[in-house]
């Protein structure tokens, strides 16, 4: 059964770094685009950043500048580097990564089942 296991949530104060972490486990042969998305209080998922297979980030106007993705390919792993986070950052942070596994052989979207994420004031 291969799923995304996420980590690093937690309470910050306003400005405090904090680091989310997603890697698959299970039996993975490929693994694609991965990206975080977040639902905050009141609000529908949405997304914050994302990055290729090729290293390449792409970020929502909300977190850009603040935010930084980044993967590490030996590991299959994506992390969220939240630099100066504020209090509307605070929500479910939820990784979801493109990944082929030997069942299908297939590009198929998995996501974590979110991590929480408090930015006191």
């Known amino acids: 059964q291969v799923r995304l296991v996420e980590s690093g949530g937690g309470t910050v104060q306003t400005g405090k770094f904090l680091r989310l972490s997603c890697r698959p486990a299970?039996?993975?042969?490929?693994?694609?685009?991965m990206a975080w998305y977040r639902r905050t209080p009141g609000h529908e998922r949405e997304f914050v950043a994302k990055?290729?297979?090729?290293?390449?980030?792409s970020y929502s106007e909300a977190v850009r500048g603040r935010f930084v993705i980044a993967r590490d390919n030996s590991k299959s792993a994506v992390h969220l580097e939240m630099d100066n986070p504020r209090p509307d950052d605070t929500g479910v942070y939820y990784c979801?990564?493109?990944?082929?596994?030997?069942?299908?052989?297939?590009?198929?979207?998995?996501w974590g089942q979110g991590t929480q994420v408090t930015v006191l004031p």
């Open positions: 299970g039996n993975v042969i490929g693994v694609n685009d």
């Open positions: 990055i290729t297979r090729e290293g390449e980030p």
């Open positions: 979801q990564a493109a990944l082929i596994t030997p069942m299908t052989f297939k590009v198929e979207d998995y």
